[in-house]
């Protein structure tokens, strides 16, 4: 009998965790469910299978123990199963079960804590996360689908056949940019005891000699650790500015200070946060365009090298440029601007017609707001669309004196370029003035406008950025 009872508590048990590692749990409300471990908003496992084990799991596990035990303690016949001895066996089974069947993989959950900032109890939980990055996008503008998911019923099914490890490393991605935010968090981690920020509280000496320590440590500069500025150091400091997106001028002000400051561990979360935003990106062909907010760069890929990169000017905070992929279809020449009704409530409802016209613009038949082709367009000379449902596309501006700036986060959604002629020379065109001219490319071109604070650049540099849309806390819960 006690063998017996021992039996039914394993059985039981197992039974149950088959279910659970099989990517559901149960949830004793007023209906009994069985919901996935995720707890993505009580979907519910719709599948005759787990019905079965379910309905198995709640006879053997109450039925069967309320006969062989329960019953008999009524009769007292607890000194003929000598009870004290079963239940102390039967929960050191139950123990050890839960113990074997909940424990995640250990190299699946070495990889959680290493590379991502996900906190997965279970194969299941640890995969998902790895897999398809956990975002909150509550506050995210853009298309969702601009990053690639794996289905969950997949990650549930390698879970099943014991091969989780493995499905998760070969759906991670193995390009230059993963791979090396992988190396340069090994680089940190090994760092972590010998980094020491300056703290900037009037000790110059000090600080002097930390912040070479920062510059030998994160840029290989290989400085004397020395409290004299010495030449080396202001190669060294102009070099940092560069990799982290600032006034490159070489002197220690607030924006540089600020960056110095940081600590290991806030460098490595950043790093770990872009490592999840590169393994959920879009994998890209051989021929493209790569927007990278945060960088206020574009970059244009072909045969898979890079031809051309240009300074860009991005969506201000609060009209922030989204986050999307389409392929380019058209390019116009000489373009209308037709004023969003947004933008013209704002900046010109109200302007008298004076005023309107001397700056280009007039009204159509339908009332609404144009500005003329030509020189002073908002749009400039040329345009660039990929359609998509933000109405965002690249355009000349006339404005070109806002490339000058470090900060270019200025338009009202739209990205406009530094060097649109040289664009539209690499697609195979040239420039005609003159009248409104609508080109439809012969190859679509794929445009990637992705949000990158961190990234390995293509001379392989580790590049920092200011997270200019406060992503990096709205994305990350």
């Given at each position: 009998m006690t063998l017996f009872c021992i039996a039914v508590a394993c059985v039981n048990f197992s039974l149950a965790m088959a279910l659970m590692m099989s990517g559901c749990k149960f949830s004793f409300s007023n209906d009994l469910m069985v919901v996935p471990l995720d707890n993505s908003r009580g979907h519910i496992c719709n599948n005759v299978y787990y019905s079965v084990i379910y309905a198995?799991?709640?006879?053997?596990?109450?039925?069967?123990?309320?006969?062989?035990?329960?019953?008999?303690?009524?009769?007292?016949?607890?000194?003929?199963?000598?009870?004290?001895?079963?239940?102390?066996?039967?929960?050191?089974?139950?123990?050890?079960?839960?113990?074997?069947?909940?424990?995640?993989?250990?190299?699946?959950q070495s990889y959680q804590e290493r590379y991502s900032l996900c906190h997965g109890k279970n194969d299941y939980q640890i995969a998902q996360c790895l897999l398809n990055g956990d975002l909150n996008y509550a506050r995210f503008r853009g298309n969702r689908n601009a990053y690639r998911k794996i289905s969950r019923s997949k990650i549930q099914e390698a879970v099943r056949t014991g091969h989780i490890y493995d499905f998760t490393m070969n759906h991670l991605?193995?390009?230059?940019?993963?791979?090396?935010?992988?190396?340069?968090?090994?680089?940190?981690?090994?760092?972590?005891?010998?980094?020491?920020?300056?703290?900037?509280?009037?000790?110059?000496?000090?600080?002097?000699?930390?912040i070479k320590r920062v510059f030998n440590l994160l840029q290989f500069a290989e400085l004397d650790e020395t409290p004299e500025r010495t030449p080396e150091f202001e190669a060294a400091s102009l070099e940092y500015q560069r990799r982290h997106g600032l006034t490159v001028d070489g002197?220690?002000?607030?924006?540089?200070?600020?960056?110095?400051?940081?600590?290991?561990?806030?460098?490595?979360?950043?790093?770990?946060?872009?490592?999840?935003?590169?393994?959920?990106?879009?994998?890209?062909?051989?021929?493209?365009?790569?927007?990278?907010?945060?960088?206020?760069?574009?970059h244009y890929y072909d045969n898979g090298e890079p031809v051309l990169n240009m300074k860009i000017i991005v969506g201000k905070p609060k009209m922030r440029t989204p986050v999307f992929n389409r392929n380019m279809q058209y390019i116009v020449e000489n373009p209308r601007w037709y004023v969003p009704p947004s933008i013209y409530n704002k900046?010109?409802?109200?302007?008298?017609?004076?005023?309107?016209?001397?700056?280009?613009?007039?009204?159509?038949?339908?009332g609404k707001l144009y500005q003329k082709g030509g020189?002073?367009?908002?749009?400039?000379?040329?345009?660039?669309?990929?359609?998509?449902?933000?109405?965002?596309?690249?355009?000349?501006?006339?404005?070109?004196?806002?490339?000058?700036?470090?900060?270019?986060?200025?338009?009202?959604?739209?990205?406009?370029?530094?060097?649109?002629?040289?664009?539209?020379?690499?697609?195979?065109?040239?420039y005609h003035r003159g009248k409104t001219k609508w080109?439809?490319?012969?190859?679509?071109?794929p445009v990637?406008?992705?949000?990158?604070?961190?990234?390995?650049?293509?001379?392989?540099?580790v590049q920092f950025r200011k997270d200019i849309y406060g992503y990096e806390k709205k994305l990350f819960r």
């Amino acid at each position: 009998m006690t063998l017996f009872c021992i039996a039914v508590a394993c059985v039981n048990f197992s039974l149950a965790m088959a279910l659970m590692m099989s990517g559901c749990k149960f949830s004793f409300s007023n209906d009994l469910m069985v919901v996935p471990l995720d707890n993505s908003r009580g979907h519910i496992c719709n599948n005759v299978y787990y019905s079965v084990i379910y309905a198995c799991f709640l006879f053997v596990g109450y039925t069967v123990p309320y006969l062989y035990i329960i019953y008999p303690l009524i009769f007292k016949e607890c000194a003929k199963l000598r009870y004290d001895i079963s239940m102390k066996k039967i929960i050191l089974v139950f123990i050890q079960t839960f113990l074997f069947a909940a424990l995640p993989d250990p190299r699946l959950q070495s990889y959680q804590e290493r590379y991502s900032l996900c906190h997965g109890k279970n194969d299941y939980q640890i995969a998902q996360c790895l897999l398809n990055g956990d975002l909150n996008y509550a506050r995210f503008r853009g298309n969702r689908n601009a990053y690639r998911k794996i289905s969950r019923s997949k990650i549930q099914e390698a879970v099943r056949t014991g091969h989780i490890y493995d499905f998760t490393m070969n759906h991670l991605p193995r390009t230059k940019r993963y791979t090396a935010l992988k190396v340069y968090i090994d680089h940190l981690y090994s760092i972590r005891r010998a980094y020491t920020p300056p703290k900037f509280k009037g000790n110059g000496a000090d600080d002097i000699v930390k912040i070479k320590r920062v510059f030998n440590l994160l840029q290989f500069a290989e400085l004397d650790e020395t409290p004299e500025r010495t030449p080396e150091f202001e190669a060294a400091s102009l070099e940092y500015q560069r990799r982290h997106g600032l006034t490159v001028d070489g002197d220690i002000g607030p924006n540089t200070k600020r960056a110095l400051k940081q600590s290991i561990h806030s460098i490595i979360t950043k790093v770990k946060k872009n490592l999840v935003l590169e393994s959920i990106s879009r994998e890209k062909g051989s021929n493209y365009v790569l927007v990278n907010i945060p960088e206020f760069k574009m970059h244009y890929y072909d045969n898979g090298e890079p031809v051309l990169n240009m300074k860009i000017i991005v969506g201000k905070p609060k009209m922030r440029t989204p986050v999307f992929n389409r392929n380019m279809q058209y390019i116009v020449e000489n373009p209308r601007w037709y004023v969003p009704p947004s933008i013209y409530n704002k900046e010109y409802a109200g302007k008298s017609e004076a005023y309107l016209r001397k700056r280009g613009f007039a009204y159509n038949s339908e009332g609404k707001l144009y500005q003329k082709g030509g020189s002073r367009n908002a749009l400039g000379l040329v345009k660039f669309l990929f359609p998509n449902r933000f109405n965002v596309y690249m355009h000349d501006t006339p404005a070109k004196s806002l490339f000058n700036r470090t900060v270019r986060a200025y338009s009202h959604g739209c990205i406009r370029l530094e060097k649109p002629f040289a664009l539209l020379h690499e697609l195979g065109y040239n420039y005609h003035r003159g009248k409104t001219k609508w080109i439809t490319l012969k190859k679509q071109i794929p445009v990637y406008v992705e949000y990158h604070t961190v990234w390995v650049d293509d001379e392989g540099i580790v590049q920092f950025r200011k997270d200019i849309y406060g992503y990096e806390k709205k994305l990350f819960r």
